[in-house]
Nanobody, 121 residues
Framework: VQLVESGGGLVQSGGSLKLACSVSGASLDDYGFTWFRRVSGDNHEGVACMSRTGKDTYYPDSVRGRFTISRDSAKNMVYLQMDALQPEDTADYYC???????????????WGQGTRVTVSS
């Protein structure tokens, strides 16, 4: 399974970006997905999680109401819509997949290479 992210870039505070994760080598129905961002060193924060069925999602308080995870099974793509972006959202964002517990960060063994999001004030 390979994951390739795209869509990062520079945006002004209050703006929006949509990240995309291309999934190859597997069906979306076989995996849960989470978008993580690297907050410092090797520490990552899960900002949007989706179950294998795509029917269940979870967001931490820091992004709830601003970020939305979605998927297109026909295209084998997972997305992260980010609205009302703030400078503190600046980070490297990663798409990750798990065939384990979709709410358990340590279960995510398959990662993309990441895409940089920079929010200017």
């Amino acid at each position: 399974v390979q994951l390739v992210e795209s869509g990062g870039g520079l945006v002004q505070s209050g703006g929006s970006l949509k990240l995309a994760c291309s999934v190859s080598g597997a069906s979306l129905d076989d995996y849960g997905f989470t978008w993580f961002r690297r907050v410092s060193g090797d520490n990552h924060e899960g900002v949007a999680c989706m179950s294998r069925t795509g029917k269940d999602t979870y967001y931490p308080d820091s992004v709830r109401g601003r970020f939305t995870i979605s998927r297109d099974s026909a295209k084998n793509m997972v997305y992260l819509q980010m609205d009302a972006l703030q400078p503190e959202d600046t980070a490297d964002y990663y798409c990750a997949a798990t065939d384990g517990n979709w709410l358990e960060g340590l279960d995510y063994k398959i990662w993309g290479q990441g895409t940089r999001v920079t929010v200017s004030s």
